[in-house]
């Protein structure tokens, strides 16, 4: 029997080792378990967000109302070529004739008493279309400006004086009443 046994052990052990190498081999091939990375989760429910309090619909502030009291446009002697310095009030100008497009206005040219009443009157007209040129140009409707000339018949300094004579070379921007 001990020949048998020694054999018999022999081969049990054999099967032994074997079973042990191929449950190791059964847990090698086996595919590991994934990993999340990234838990996700059901969005927890929100509360309902409370009511705004109702906006009482308050309404716009009126428009301001336009300036129209403009200042004159002065020109240089015997010319009816605007002066840069002029830009800026008659871009306020302009900017003011836009808030009400339905106004209508008079330019009146005005000239100095140097030079004949006729020669006056033609540089007073082409004063106040100069004028009215820059002002359709920065977007006001033509057909709201009317243009006449007054020549040196409304002076509002003295004519004998040069600084008089400088304050009478102007366009005046009235309201057409």
């Keep these: 029997m001990n020949a048998f046994k020694t054999p018999l052990f022999t081969l049990i052990f054999a099967l032994l080792a074997v079973t042990v190498l191929s ?5 090698l091939a086996q595919k590991p378990v994934p990993v999340e990375t990234e838990q996700t989760y ?3 429910p929100q509360p309902a ?12 502030p009126p428009a301001p109302k336009p300036n129209y ?10 010319s009816a070529v605007l002066r840069t310095s002029s830009y800026q009030t008659l871009d306020k100008a ?10 209508k206005f008079v330019l009146n040219g005005n000239a100095s008493a140097e030079g004949t009443p006729e020669h ?3 540089l007073s007209v082409e004063r106040a279309n100069s004028v009215k040129l820059y002002l359709v140009n920065s977007g006001i409707n033509g057909d709201n400006l009317s243009v006449k000339g007054l ?6 300094g003295d004519n ?8 009478n070379r102007r366009v005046e921007i009235k309201v057409n009443k």
């Design 69 to 78: 009291n403009f200042s004159n446009i002065q020109f240089e002697f015997n």
């Design 23 to 27: 449950c190791k081999s059964k847990k």
């Design 120 to 122: 006056n009157m033609e």
């Design 151 to 156: 020549g040196e018949t409304n002076p509002i």
């Design 94 to 103: 302009a900017a003011e004739m836009k808030k009400d497009n339905t106004v």
């Design 160 to 167: 004998n004086t040069e600084e008089g004579r400088v304050l």
């Design 49 to 60: 967000p409370a009511p705004a309090p109702e906006k009482k619909e308050t309404p716009p």
């Design 42 to 44: 059901a969005p927890k």
